[in-house]
Nanobody, 124 residues
Framework: EVQLVESGGGLVQPGGSLRLSCAAS????????MSWFRRAPGKGLEWVSG????????TYGNSVKGRFTISRDNDNNILYLQMNSLTPDDTAVYYC?????????????????WGQGTRVTVSS
């Protein structure tokens, strides 16, 4: 089955860290760029970060730059998002998404497969 399954969300205090994972199956993971998006309560979908198909060509949204790190394990078909120095503004449902290209793109319409999302709540 072609799918993306996120995990690792939860409740964390401000300043804390979480690591999200996204397990991919049913397609050749190493052929595609991958991204993380998020949707905060009452807001639209925001692109967070992306990596190209081979890994190591990473890009970040301004709101997370310097705090989040995206990585991928092409041997095991897993995408990660390490989130540090979390703030309440990071509270959102986080989605991983498969790009239609090998490179990095923030365009929603260039992603054709989405996970169900994992909720991250940053609160004291």
């Amino acid at each position: 089955e072609v799918q993306l399954v996120e995990s690792g969300g939860g409740l964390v205090q401000p300043g804390g860290s979480l690591r999200l994972s996204c397990a991919a199956s049913g397609f050749t993971f190493s052929n595609y760029g991958m991204s993380w998006f998020r949707r905060a309560p009452g807001k639209g979908l925001e692109w967070v970060s992306g990596d190209n198909s081979r890994g190591g060509s990473t890009t970040y949204g301004n709101s997370v730059k310097g705090r989040f790190t995206i990585s991928r394990d092409n041997d095991n078909n897993i995408l990660y998002l390490q989130m540090n120095s979390l703030t309440p503004d990071d509270t959102a449902v986080y989605y991983c998404a498969k790009s239609t290209i090998r490179g990095v793109t923030a365009l929603i319409n260039l992603h054709d497969l989405w996970g169900q999302g994992t909720r991250v709540t940053v609160s004291s």
